[in-house]
Every structure is written in C-alpha cells, then in structure tokens.
C-alpha cells in the first residue's frame, strides 16, 4: 500500500475514538474554521485521488481531473463531492454525462450543498438562466451560511432578468454576512522560521506572490512529494508570481507524498475557488478529513 495511505491514516487517528463500533463507521467529526462539523469516512485512497482531481482542477486541467475523480468514484461510489466535481469538470464538454453525474451526487444527499452550488454554476456556465435559478435557490435553502450560495442566486436572478428579486438577495446577503477577516500573515523573524513549503503559503496569503513562488519551487526541489509547496506553486502562478510562469502542471506526486496542512488545505480552497468555482472549493473543503 502506497506510503499516502500510512500518511492520511496518521491524519485520521486523533478521530478514531469518535468513531463507533470495531470498524470505521459511517461518519467522522473534523474541524472546519474552527466549528466540529459531522461528515461521511472517506478512505484514505478514495480522499488521494479526489484530492489530485482537485488539484489538476485548479491547474484548468480537465481531462486529468476527470480521471482522478473517476478514480476516487471506483473507491467510492457513495462520494457525492467527487459526482459533483465529475459533472463540473463535464459540464459543457459532455452534457448528458454531466447531468447524470450530477444526478447521482443529489440522489446520495439531497441536502449537500457544495453538489446544488455546483449544479448551479454548471447551469450559469450553460447560460441556462431558470435552471440556474432553480439549483442556486437550493444551494441557498441547502447551506444558507453560504455567501457563496446567495452569489450565485443573485446571478442567475440577474440573467433570468428578475433584477428587483436580484437586488432584494444581494442586500440580505449584505447584512447577513460580515466583510471576509483580512488573511494576510506575516512571518516572525525573531523566532526560527517554519518550512520553506509553510512560509510559501504565507507569503501567497501576504500577497507576495513572487516569494511564495521561489520558495515553493526550493521546497519541491528539496521534497518533490511536499504537497503544501505544489498548492503553492499552483496558487502564486495563478496569482502572477513571474517565479513560476514556466512552471509545468507537475500535479502527479510521489507515491510518498505529504498530506495537506491546515494551512495548505485553506490555500487550496482559495485556488479552487478561483480557477474552478466556489462549488469546487466547498466540495474540498467538504471532503477534506
């Protein structure tokens, strides 16, 4: 078995006394922004694959995206985030396919959220204006702490020309949700600096995407399975950092890859939800362990 899985399974054993009975249940507690959030065990091969779906997502590359999720579906059929991202990832190259797999992601939880988000921007991408009312609507009534939810209802509200309905979600969005909290850190000087591949994605989060680049790649050079410095390369390149304008979509690690930080994983959501859509991102997020 493929040193990956040695590597997850030492991230999930802080939780296996949350798990009931002699065997992995059915559901895990894990941590998101600080809130205990309930979710479904993935394996640890299953979590690998959508993880580098996730990643070639990010990079625009859909065929090998595809592939992946795929391969996390073989794992794990019931993967409603992994169904998800198959259909965006299929949504205008292969519609039938598209549709189906998403579909399938709402018949195994009809109330997730990321999957109606991702229907949504499936249908916005399609110019499907009251399709994409009716899925955003959902995605809103499925996780309505998600600003991202009301975004996309505002705009398919905006395309299917009901402009008053549009301003009326747009100014409830505005009062119930708080300005983002600035992200921006800065490494301490005085104590010893954290690892190349951590003080890359601080320096992505700071802004300075130039450093984050160089520092990155010095990671990767040093461990070509750090999978932390690959998101940061991936997200200062996406950022403009002249550093790794070259750099090619190197997004299959080593079988003896590490497993995202908290910090990377954070980083990871961000650049999915630039280069593939929120939906990409929440699905991550969701199916992080």
Same mark, same amino acid.
């Given at each position: 078995?493929?040193?990956?899985?040695?590597?997850?399974?030492?991230?999930?054993?802080?939780?296996?006394?949350?798990?009931?009975?002699?065997?992995?249940?059915?559901?895990?507690?894990?941590?998101?922004?600080?809130?205990?959030?309930?979710?479904?065990?993935?394996?640890?091969?299953?979590?690998?694959?959508?993880?580098?779906?996730?990643?070639?997502?990010?990079?625009?590359?859909?065929?090998?995206?595809?592939?992946?999720?795929?391969?996390?579906?073989?794992?794990?059929?019931?993967?409603?985030?992994?169904?998800?991202?198959?259909?965006?990832?299929?949504?205008?190259?292969?519609?039938?396919?598209?549709?189906?797999?998403?579909?399938?992601?709402?018949?195994?939880?009809?109330?997730?959220?990321?999957?109606?988000?991702?229907?949504?921007?499936?249908?916005?991408?399609?110019?499907?204006?009251?399709?994409?009312?009716?899925?955003?609507?959902?995605?809103?009534?499925?996780?309505?702490?998600?600003?991202?939810?009301?975004? +996309? %209802?505002?705009?398919?509200?905006?395309?299917? #020309?009901? =402009? @008053? $309905?549009?301003?009326? &979600?747009?100014? *409830?969005?505005? !009062?119930?949700?708080?300005?983002?909290?600035?992200?921006?850190?800065?490494?301490?000087?005085?104590?010893?600096?954290?690892?190349?591949?951590?003080?890359?994605?601080?320096?992505?989060?700071?802004?300075?995407?130039?450093?984050?680049?160089?520092? +990155? %790649?010095?990671?990767?050079?040093?461990?070509? #399975?750090? =999978? @932390? $410095?690959?998101?940061? &390369?991936?997200? *200062?390149?996406? !950022?403009?950092?002249?550093?790794?304008?070259?750099?090619?979509?190197?997004?299959?690690?080593?079988?003896?890859?590490?497993?995202?930080?908290?910090?990377?994983?954070?980083?990871?959501?961000?650049?999915?939800?630039?280069?593939?859509?929120?939906? +990409?991102?929440?699905?991550?997020?969701?199916?992080?362990?």
């Amino acid at each position: 078995m493929r040193r990956l899985v040695t590597s997850v399974l030492l991230t999930l054993l802080p939780l296996l006394p949350l798990v009931s009975g002699c065997r992995l249940g059915a559901s895990v507690v894990r941590v998101e922004d600080g809130r205990p959030v309930e979710g479904r065990w993935i394996s640890p091969d299953a979590y690998a694959s959508f993880m580098e779906g996730a990643l070639a997502e990010a990079s625009g590359d859909g065929p090998t995206a595809e592939a992946h999720y795929r391969r996390a579906l073989d794992e794990d059929p019931a993967a409603g985030e992994a169904w998800a991202r198959l259909g965006a990832v299929l949504c205008t190259k292969d519609r039938s396919a598209a549709d189906a797999a998403f579909s399938r992601a709402r018949a195994l939880d009809p109330d997730l959220g990321s999957v109606w988000l991702a229907t949504a921007e499936c249908d916005l991408a399609r110019n499907d204006a009251p399709k994409a009312r009716a899925s955003a609507a959902m995605a809103v009534r499925t996780n309505p702490t998600d600003p991202e939810a009301s975004r +996309a %209802l505002v705009l398919a509200l905006e395309r299917a #020309g009901e =402009t @008053d $309905a549009a301003n009326r &979600v747009r100014r *409830a969005a505005a !009062l119930y949700f708080p300005a983002p909290p600035s992200k921006v850190e800065a490494v301490d000087e005085k104590h010893v600096p954290p690892p190349l591949s951590e003080r890359a994605l601080l320096a992505v989060r700071a802004g300075n995407v130039d450093d984050a680049g160089t520092l +990155a %790649l010095r990671a990767l050079r040093a461990e070509p #399975g750090n =999978t @932390d $410095a690959l998101v940061a &390369v991936l997200a *200062a390149r996406d !950022l403009g950092s002249k550093a790794v304008s070259d750099f090619s979509d190197g997004i299959r690690l080593p079988s003896d890859r590490t497993p995202l930080s908290p910090l990377g994983r954070d980083v990871m959501r961000e650049l999915l939800s630039r280069r593939a859509g929120h939906a +990409a991102a929440a699905a991550f997020g969701s199916a992080a362990p």
